[in-house]
């Protein structure tokens, strides 16, 4: 399939924002009024907005689906791009593109296409030509209904599709992300439509059977964040008596949280101890999670550094919020609920277990109790019904709880404290995916750093574009002097630097910071080439324009005569003033001139040794005054490069301290996350010692002392590994530095020693090279032993 060769140019023209629909139109696009197809492939007419202003309609009518006269089957992915474009509703025989937020410009199309129907329906990015970051108030990735992010196949096993991980490889912005879990036909999917903002999305069940299968997405701007996308997750239900992998739900359940930031454990009834014995997933998690890959014991008291805040939604709750006769509030019913028993049977650390875990394993617990929504009868229809039909008491807790959410729930984290972007957050899907469905258990460690790998690569990859796309820019001013290039380079170094340092982490060998140094360093070198080049090419075009004239007379013979050497010193004399006058020559000028100097050297000579006006003598004084010229625009030449070999060097030394102060920064960034994320923990951890304290558990209270202890012992061994690392970088980095300026300065040193070593003129090499011709010019062949300059 091929675009016809004017679509694009049309395309191209439209700057405004675009309404993209697929309709039958009645006007002027065909009607058949036989059997046969009569659109082929998709038709497409630009018009004015009717009640938009500034924006255009754009129709597209596409080919009839289902044709028995098509040689092959109409495959969306046969459109060129990065994704395809997903047909969603039908209109008699039409079936429409549903695109929104879209917008072209430099003949760029984004739109977004989502669809949902079965399972294996997946929202895609619709793109007829290459895509681009949209313009718009909206992300324009913006989903108008969930996907499915992770599938559960026709064996049981779980594999990620690759159009939701394209959705979240856009999303640059850091991530909440909330997932739901619980057992089937429980209501999860309401309370995640309710987050996203809409009555319908999520499917919901009228049915026993559960029916959502895998883990559906939809990603929506965060409400009360700015910046920041709230990506919800809806998970298959727990329990569907029809599975048969009896470990699925366990992957499910440990899927959620490892990629969750808040997790929703959502019920129905009331929490008693059948509520949480169904709950053994979350005793299982060990078998599923692991914090490190060494051989040292696997301590699971870590789990609570790294594990989302817990959220417990009981639905069609009926109870009084009472205990022992007195009010309490949500969360007091909910530690009462996880309250543990004292004792050490067997059947004691069987009831104990999945409370311990529960009080462990997560940072913050919440709950809220919802009442029943409506009448029984109407439960069924839940989405479709009116605000007015649902309980004030339900809707006031469902605010609570989406307010609750917005306001509470934090950015995901990775270990160490690295903010999750939807980038990253895909990266950590597949990684996660993959690891559990090959039968491996995932390494929180192991995920980081492959993360931070992958990451620091592209970091790279930003940072020299960065650079790249501003060395560019100036390229178009070439030539110029070293110090402005020098100047510009030192701006763009620091700019890539900060645009390496925002997405790059644990990047503890300052590994990828050498790659990106080194990588900018052989591009200035480049780019100082092509200046050089620049320069010399204009120098070169200069002279070649301003002797014309000596040249057209040179081959007329207009020198060869008495007196014609006088005659073409007063010209090149003149050449060379006027060459000097001329700005923009950039760093080659010198060299230039003293190789233009010695090519008219040959001529020079030649015409002295035919002048029959001056005497043997005179020809003698001017050959060693012409041996003169060249050697002091020889001195211009050395010293010109000698002070720009000075200006490299402070262009490095001040590249090489703003990388220091930067990478400071980032280290003393990367300590603060990794105390909050200790922080966190240990607050964690005092209040479950202060609350079994006051339940009387005194030896589980002592035991997390010691616990508390060796926690502590181990974030500080963490935090002094951190820092040492770090330093062990940035010397690293000094090292580096320093041996550039070692060869730098043997290189100036060399340079210096050359200079020296030359026979000096008189006087400065940049005036005497005119008070030598002007000695030689005036006045003929008298006066031609003294300088007319005081030089």
């Not at 050089?532 to 020198?559: D, I, Q, V």
């Amino acid at each position: 399939m091929a675009a016809t060769p004017n679509s694009p140019q049309i395309l191209q023209q439209i700057q405004q924002p675009v309404v993209v629909v697929g309709l039958y139109y009645t006007g002027k696009f065909a009607l058949g009024s036989t059997r046969e197809s009569k659109t082929k492939g998709i038709w497409m007419w630009c018009v004015s907005h009717p009640t938009k202003a500034g924006t255009i309609l754009v129709l597209l009518d596409t080919e009839g689906l289902g044709d028995v006269d098509k040689s092959c089957g109409f495959k969306s992915s046969s459109l060129k791009g990065p994704a395809t474009i997903s047909y969603t509703s039908c209109i008699g025989r039409h079936h429409l593109v549903r695109m929104s937020h879209i917008h072209f410009h430099q003949g760029g199309v984004d739109c977004y296409s989502p669809s949902r129907g079965s399972s294996d329906a997946t929202a895609t990015v619709a793109a007829f030509m290459p895509l681009s970051q949209a313009t718009s108030d909206l992300p324009w990735w913006t989903m108008d209904e969930p996907v499915c992010l992770i599938d559960t196949g026709s064996e049981g096993k779980l594999c990620v599709q690759e159009s939701a991980l394209q959705i979240l490889q856009q999303i640059q912005e850091p991530v909440v992300v909330v997932a739901v879990v619980g057992l089937y036909r429980t209501g999860k999917s309401y309370l995640m439509n309710r987050l996203a903002g809409k009555q319908t999305g999520f499917a919901l069940g009228s049915t026993v059977e559960s029916k959502t299968k895998g883990i559906w997405m939809w990603c929506v701007s965060h409400p009360t964040k700015a910046g920041t996308t709230l990506v919800l997750l809806d998970t298959e239900g727990l329990g569907d008596v029809n599975k048969g992998d009896s470990k699925h739900d366990t992957k499910i359940f440990s899927l959620a949280v490892l990629l969750s930031s808040t997790l929703v454990l959502n019920s129905r009834g009331t929490i008693d101890n059948r509520a949480i014995e169904e709950l053994q997933y979350v005793t299982e998690l060990t078998e599923y999670i692991k914090v490190k890959s060494s051989d040292e014991d696997e301590d699971d008291s870590e789990f609570v550094k790294f594990f989302p805040s817990f959220i417990w939604a009981v639905r069609d709750f009926t109870l009084e919020h009472k205990i022992n006769g007195k009010y309490v509030t949500e969360d007091q019913y909910l530690d009462y609920a996880l309250k543990l028993k004292p004792g050490t049977s067997r059947t004691v650390k069987e009831f104990n277990l999945p409370r311990e875990c529960i009080r462990n394993y997560f940072p913050s617990r919440k709950c809220f109790t919802f009442p029943f929504p409506t009448n029984p009868e109407n439960v069924s229809c839940l989405e479709s019904l009116d605000p007015a039909d649902l309980s004030l008491d339900f809707q006031k807790v469902s605010d609570n709880f989406c307010k609750f959410i917005f306001d509470r729930s934090e950015v995901k984290k990775l270990k160490d404290g690295h903010t999750v972007t939807g980038r990253v957050l895909g990266q950590l899907v597949k990684t996660f995916v993959d690891t559990i469905s090959s039968g491996e258990v995932p390494f929180l460690e192991n995920a980081v750093i492959a993360m931070a790998k992958i990451e620091n690569e592209a970091a790279v990859k930003e940072g020299l574009q960065v650079y790249k796309s501003g060395m560019e820019k100036l390229k178009d001013s070439f030539p110029l002097e070293l110090k402005d290039v020098s100047s510009e380079h030192q701006r763009l170094s620091s700019l890539a630097t900060q645009s390496f340092m925002k997405r790059s982490f644990k990047d503890n060998e300052g590994i990828f910071m050498k790659c990106l140094e080194e990588d900018i360093n052989k591009l200035f070198d480049g780019y100082l080439c092509q200046n050089e080049e620049a320069s010399k090419k204009r120098c070169e075009n200069l002279l070649s324009s301003l002797s014309a004239p000596m040249t057209e007379k040179r081959k007329k013979g207009f020198y060869a005569r008495s007196g014609g050497y006088v005659l073409f010193s007063q010209d090149l004399e003149n050449i060379v003033k006027e060459y000097k006058i001329q700005a923009n020559k950039g760093v080659k000028a010198e060299d230039t001139l003293e190789e233009f100097l010695k090519q008219k050297c040959v001529d020079s000579n030649a015409i002295l040794q035919a002048d029959k006006k001056l005497t043997e003598k005179e020809k003698k004084i001017m050959e060693e005054r012409e041996k003169t010229v060249l050697l002091a625009q020889e001195i211009n030449a050395k010293e010109q490069k000698q002070q720009q070999l000075e200006e490299k060097m402070e262009a490095e030394r001040k590249s090489n301290e703003e990388r220091m102060r930067q990478m400071k920064v980032k280290m003393d960034e990367e300590i603060r996350l990794q105390r909050e994320e200790a922080k966190r923990a240990m607050d964690s951890k005092l209040r479950e010692q202060a609350d079994l304290l006051e339940k009387g558990f005194k030896e589980k209270a002592d035991r997390m002392t010691k616990e508390m202890e060796d926690f502590r012992r181990k974030n500080k061994e963490e935090e002094m590994k951190s820092d040492q690392l770090f330093k062990n970088m940035m010397k690293k980095m000094n090292k580096r530095h320093d041996e550039n300026m070692k060869l730098m300065m043997r290189q100036h040193s060399e340079q210096m020693k050359a200079i020296m070593s030359m026979p000096r003129p008189k006087s400065d090499s940049s005036s005497l090279l005119l008070c030598l011709l002007l000695a030689g010019l005036a006045g003929g062949g008298s006066g031609l032993g003294s300088c007319p300059c005081s030089c």
